[in-house]
């Protein structure tokens, strides 16, 4: 048998893309010609194959098991006995209730959390501190919305690897989802072992979640079973080695940014009015002006007709100076500077490779470190102006950063020369009559004692409440990324040849530039890039990868048994030419997940009903054949969800932060106990909790809820006794038994009635006669909220059929 | 003839048998399969859902049957107490050789500095430790020490992944999750894998020690003390016995009626089934707990009487884990250290103060330990039972600039091991002569991982479980046995 197993790895490993199945061209597949007038496609694939073993289609299951089942797996939640028994009573066609689920909001809940599963989402850092990632739950709302809308899917996997570049900052959380170790040291090995793991974890869930291939595994040598040479890994290693984990500022409304704005202008007056009483420079002074400050500087002097304006830099408190803004205002007030009043800049060099240091920025109307100059020497550099007619001038503004974040790289000796048209060059200010800076010293940059600096202050500090935007943990980007080396079995300590920028060398559609648009830095275009790459119609993988998610989430099981695991040691598709079908059927409807989802849901395979049959169990006992649909018990969520809900208590609030499952602690490792009370905020759907990594809930998360510390594409199903005593014991449940029994109260007024409304409530049917009587004798003897915890612990409310 | 799932091509077969077991591990009516499952013994543990703590026989008799971890978090210095080195004594004060400029875990270092605690000879064997930990020392001749352990990582998170799940990532499944996976339990009314938190609180990372990663959720270690029993193990208050009694028989009506609706499904009998066992662990839980019935020269022993509550908590915890280990459970892990309380306060953690912290610590830690391990010897239990004694990684030989403690040291640090199929009053593996980094027989957790497999009768290469295009292993793609501890090689 390994004999067998091994020759045909060894096939898959040594001819490469062309003979192993996920890496073939789609090829649209003939339809099987069985099953009877009117079957859909995915029956006739379906049923060919099972005619082929001797087994059949099972019946179609009866209306209320097949509205339980749909409910479930579109939108995680029970119908109500109201929705049961209208559908029952016929009329209604199944297409109509599949396009009321598809279209709540609750089916974007159930498949964000599938999505989630599959991309490591948590809320915390995980390893040793553990702590939160409070702005994090945006990507967990951006894929609810993504799957709600029904974003195309080639759009939705472009937006998750460069959202940034497309205008949805949030959706690269994707990137950032993993566990990322906060300890740092000084040591430089585990801070190169540290770097290389969290773009390992990037690298490898990029490629897991939308290829569906172990490129991870090329880490240290050659994938062993597919085609992914090591030099691969490190050229996808490179598209992201510009990415860190981190948090983002995300971009304001257009009227919050003009509101701002006009602040601005507003500041902009008050401070030019202060200025004035500025001392002149280079005139004799009794006292010496102010020593230079980091955060803003003043040259004042008498009014000059200029055509060019020299700023030259020749000593620094370290390294190559540099200049945030360089302001140059007329005696009408007006800065003259800006390149948008058509001023050129020029200077002796700049800061090599950055986005944020360039010389365009000296003259952009931006302030800040992030939109600076920096020259490329040490201690030195210039920079020069050329107005576009003759200004004439009084006052110069600059400052190192005016966003007050950094002090370092400033200026302690210059000149600012000027001269007419034809003129030489003359100095007009200078560092000579400042006191002499000391560090940490001469930090304030306005006189003291001016009338207008309390209405300057409180304008300001308007400024900075409103300037503070909304965060989302989306990683943070360096413009030009480090080189990529390739490590000699994968120890940063053994880096080898340089490696560019690129995709997998086996599949033909290679790493084209996706824009020449020169506002693009080179991580983004790397970024954007690769994800066009990943949506390329001649790569097969994406496609067929997520065909194979929507079926597993419907069925339990994937066609192909390892749902990011296409590679040769995964599993093989069951049905090849249904999944290349779906696959094709999804590119050609614009890559629209909702109707894969239409084409699975309205086929009598996803219909007919989930009881076994003798040659079913002999030939195909876990029904990969689909003789039936397999039956399987719920996950956490659904289980959780649905307690809420029949206890009247769920809060259907969509989106917005998450709810905690622990005790408020601030530990800087942080601890988390398990809440002993749930207030009503918690009672939201579980999609809606706080992610915790290493820590799922203490009630459900033993329902096999994925840790989040790797990937979790396909959860396991265990039965444990813990889940008994969870279901059984804890607080959670049996507060909602007595919230379940008070609604059933509230809404009936006599034990029958209560306990049928249960029944309906909890199972979407009436009770048999037996299971009334049962139901009578324990609610009468032991309270109905006893009863009530019973029900929610059997069988027939935890499994799907 | 891979692409057809059901024709009888056996590559084909091998995999959906082991997805079966795998994914469908409670998966539907395993009936028809199980037949052919039992005649490819190469093939991952075979276990159902109604009884998926059944013990299971390992492919080779097994020289112990339990394991029993003993985790000092924070790191615990080798170099004060188990690795004797006369030249860091002779050359207290001096620089490393060597490592002049040498950046660790937290920044410089300062000089070399001798143990905190005077070394003397043991026991017949005269193996040399410090008077920090006397009751253990005392033990010597029962241990079997490796003095050349290494671990991957030097920051506490990653490398305590590493000790006990063999990778110094999250995610991944403990050893206790593989053990019970692989082995079962001897006993079925309790968990089969139980780690006990010190009082102080969970380790660096907590969870993270007893997960089962991608393994079922059912190997996964449940955590409980002597001061926290079990979660949700007992039944809320306002219910009354018969209430409960009255549950469990309307609950059976139910599962009854739709089990016969659904027949051939197993995984509702496998959950009917945990329900039953839940209600025994709800007994033996309790009972196993109850530490009520313990003697008083027990108690005496093991250090639970004598007035200091943090010791008399970590006692308890010891007579704990003996009693789960009496009662057949296959793996327990027992921790001295918690986080929570800061750097070296509540752990082994010293680098600011290490003497002033660990007279705290080693209190608390020797005599309850060493009372577990006489008593786990007297009543027979080390037969079949192995002890390991780990922590992370080491210390150095340094202190650390301008501080009175030794920072992080992953290149050598000691561990033990004592019980079943292990030499007693046995010494292997050297660091170099300051202690700094292993030169003999150099080891890895890999190794010691593959021993303790190996000590269970299980060959660590054969174990495995596949995820995500791997075959993962608790060694990953390393480990030797280290034939040369074993009484039997």
């Known amino acids: 048998m390994r004999t067998v197993l091994a020759i045909a790895l060894f096939f898959a490993s040594t001819l490469c893309a062309a003979e192993h199945w996920a890496f073939r061209p789609i090829v649209r597949p003939e339809v099987p010609k069985v099953g009877t007038p009117g079957s859909s496609p995915v029956d006739a694939f379906i049923i060919a194959k099972l005619e082929h073993e001797g087994l059949k289609l099972s019946s179609a299951a009866d209306r209320r098991t097949l509205l339980r089942r749909a409910a479930y797996t579109v939108t995680g939640l029970p119908p109500t006995a109201d929705e049961v028994s209208r559908f029952q009573s016929g009329g209604t066609p199944f297409s109509d209730v599949v396009e009321r689920l598809l279209a709540s909001d609750a089916y974007g809940e159930r498949w964000a959390r599938h999505w989630l599963d599959v991309v490591r989402f948590a809320e915390s850092h995980g390893f040793e501190m553990n702590q939160p990632r409070p702005n994090a739950w945006r990507y967990r709302d951006y894929v609810i919305g993504a799957f709600n809308k029904d974003l195309p899917y080639d759009r939705f996997v472009q937006e998750q690897i460069a959202g940034d570049v497309l205008g949805v900052p949030e959706a690269t959380g994707f990137l950032v989802a993993g566990p990322w170790d906060q300890v740092k040291s000084p040591d430089p090995v585990l801070t190169a072992n540290q770097r290389a793991d969290e773009l390992h974890d990037i690298v490898s869930t990029t490629a897991s979640t939308f290829l569906g291939l172990t490129v991870g595994c090329a880490r240290c040598h050659d994938h062993k079973f597919d085609p992914v040479p090591q030099k691969d890994y490190f050229a996808i290693k490179a598209v992201f080695e510009g990415v860190q984990h981190g948090e983002g500022e995300l971009p304001k409304a257009a009227a919050e940014q003009a509101e701002l704005d006009a602040i601005r202008r507003e500041i902009d007056v008050v401070q030019n009015q202060i200025d004035e009483s500025e001392p002149i420079a280079t005139r004799a002074q009794s006292v010496p002006r102010a020593p230079v400050s980091p955060a803003r500087n003043i040259e004042r002097f008498e009014p000059v007709t200029v055509r060019r304006l020299k700023f030259s830099i020749t000593r620094t408190t370290d390294a190559e100076p540099c200049i945030d803004e360089l302001e140059v205002y007329s005696t009408s007030g007006e800065n003259v500077a800006l390149a948008k009043a058509g001023t050129v800049a020029t200077a002796s060099s700049v800061y090599p490779d950055s986005a944020i240091h360039r010389l365009e920025h000296i003259n952009d109307g931006r302030y800040g470190n992030g939109r600076s100059w920096i020259s490329n020497e040490r201690g030195r550099g210039w920079v020069e102006l050329t107005f576009s007619n003759r200004v004439t001038i009084s006052r110069i503004v600059w400052a190192r950063d005016r966003e007050r974040a950094f002090k370092d790289r400033l200026a302690t000796e210059y000149e600012i020369l000027a001269a007419d048209d034809g003129g030489e060059l003359a100095v007009i200010a200078s560092s000579a009559d400042r006191a002499d800076f000391k560090q940490g010293a001469g930090e304030s940059d306005t006189p003291i004692d001016h009338p207008l600096l309390a209405k300057l202050r409180a304008l300001e500090k308007k400024y900075a409440a409103r300037k503070e935007g909304e965060r989302v943990y989306a990683g943070s980007f360096t413009a030009m990324p480090p080189a990529t080396r390739r490590f000699h079995r994968g120890d940063p300590m053994s880096p080898r040849e340089e490696v560019s920028p690129g995709t997998l060398s086996c599949l033909e559609a290679n790493f084209v530039a996706a824009s020449h648009d020169a506002a693009l830095t080179e991580d983004q275009r790397r970024r954007l890039s690769f994800a066009r790459w990943v949506i390329d119609a001649r790569n097969p993988l994406t496609a067929r990868v997520m065909v194979n998610r929507i079926w597993q989430y419907h069925f339990g099981e994937g066609l192909v048994g390892t749902p990011s695991d296409f590679g040769a040691k995964g599993a093989a598709p069951t049905h090849p030419e249904l999944l290349d079908w779906l696959a094709d059927e999804f590119i050609r409807s614009g890559w629209s997940i909702k109707h894969v989802h239409r084409l699975i849901l309205n086929s009598a395979v996803y219909q007919q009903a989930s009881a076994p049959t003798k040659e079913g169990l002999q030939r195909d006992a876990s029904a990969r054949l689909l003789w039936r649909f397999p039956p399987r018990r719920l996950e956490a969520e659904a289980i959780r969800d649905s307690v809420l809900l029949i206890s009247g208590t769920l809060d259907r609030r969509v989106g917005g932060p998450g709810f905690s499952f622990f005790e408020p602690n601030e530990n800087y490792v942080r601890v988390y106990a398990p809440r002993s009370e749930w207030s009503s905020e918690t009672f939201r759907r579980m999609v809606y909790g706080t992610v915790v990594r290493q820590r799922p809930d203490g009630v459900f998360g033993v329902f096999d809820c994925p840790d989040a510390g790797q990937i979790a594409p396909k959860r396991t199903r265990s039965t444990t006794p813990l889940q008994a005593l969870n279901l059984l014991n804890s607080t959670f449940m049996f507060e909602q038994s007595q919230r379940f029994a008070a609604e059933l109260q509230r809404s009936k007024s006599n034990l029958e009635g209560q306990l049928r409304l249960a029944f309906e409530r909890a199972f979407q049917r009436t009770p048999t006669a037996d299971e009334l009587t049962a139901a009578h004798s324990l609610a009468e003897e032991h309270g109905l909220p006893i009863f009530c915890r019973a029900l929610l612990n059997s069988n027939e409310f935890v499994y799907l059929f | ?489």
């Not at chain 2, 050359?91 to 300062?110: A, C, M, S, V, Y």
């Not at chain 2, 577990?372 to 780990?390: K, Q």
């Not at chain 2, 292990?422 to 010691?448: M, Q, W």
């Open chain 2, 1 to 489: 003839m891979r692409h057809d799932p059901i024709v009888s091509n056996a590559g084909r077969w091998l995999l959906d048998r082991r997805n079966f077991l795998r994914y469908g591990g409670t998966g539907l009516s395993g009936i028809s399969l199980l037949s052919l499952l039992a005649a490819d013994k190469s093939l991952a543990p075979q276990f159902s859902a109604e009884k998926p703590y059944a013990p299971r026989l390992p492919a080779k008799a097994p020289a112990a049957k339990n394991v029993l971890v003993i985790f000092c978090s924070g790191a615990l210095s080798h170099l004060d107490v188990w690795d004797y080195k006369p030249e860091l004594i002779a050359r207290h004060d001096q620089p490393l050789p060597g490592n002049d400029k040498l950046i660790t875990f937290q920044g410089e270092n300062g000089n070399l500095v001798k143990p905190l605690w005077e070394f003397r000879p043991r026991g017949q064997s005269g193996k040399m430790i410090s008077d920090m930990l006397p009751q253990l020392a005392d033990l010597a001749d029962d241990l079997c020490f490796v003095h050349s352990m290494t671990a991957k990582s030097n920051t506490h998170g990653p490398a305590e992944n590493q000790m006990s799940t063999g990778f110094i990532l999250d995610g991944f499944p403990s050893m206790g999750a593989w053990a019970t996976y692989a082995l079962g339990s001897e006993n079925q009314d309790l968990p089969a894998f139980v780690a006990i938190p010190d009082p102080r609180g969970i380790p660096q990372v907590g969870p993270n020690h007893w997960s089962s990663g991608f393994l079922p959720a059912v190997f996964q270690g449940t955590a409980f003390n002597a001061d926290k029993p079990i979660p949700n193990l007992a039944t809320p208050k306002g219910i009354s016995p018969s209430a409960e009694l009255g549950t469990r028989d309307f609950l059976k009506i139910l599962n009854d009626s739709h089990l016969a609706a659904h027949p051939g499904d197993s995984d509702l009998s496998a959950r009917i089934a945990s329900y039953e066992l839940a209600a025994k662990m709800q007994l033996s839980a309790a009972e196993v707990g109850d530490l009520s019935r313990e003697s008083k020269a027990t108690l005496d022993l093991y250090g639970v009487t004598g007035g200091d509550d943090l010791k008399s908590r970590f006692a308890k915890n010891c007579i704990l884990a003996r009693r789960l280990i009496e009662r057949g459970v296959r793996f327990v892990q027992l921790f001295n250290g918690a986080y929570a309380m800061g750097e070296g306060v509540g752990n082994w953690d010293g680098h600011k103060s290490l003497k002033s912290q660990y007279d705290v610590h080693r209190q608390i830690l020797d005599q309850p330990c060493a009372a577990l391990i006489r008593d786990m010897r007297a009543r027979g239990l080390l037969d079949e039972t192995l002890v390991v004694f780990v922590t992370e990684f080491g210390r150095m030989p340094t202190f650390q600039k301008g501080a009175s403690g030794r920072d992080h040291n992953p290149h050598g640090f000691t561990v033990w091991m004592t019980g079943a199929g292990v030499k007693r009053g046995f010494s292997y593996g050297a660091t170099d002569e300051f202690g700094f980094k292993s030169v003999r027989n150099v080891t890895t957790i890999y190794d010691l991982h593959a021993t303790i497999l190996h000590l269970l009768g299980l060959d660590h290469e054969q174990l495995s479980y596949y995820h995500n295009g791997i075959e993962r292993r608790l060694t990953d793609v390393h480990g030797e046995v280290l034939h040369d501890l074993l009484t039997t090689a």
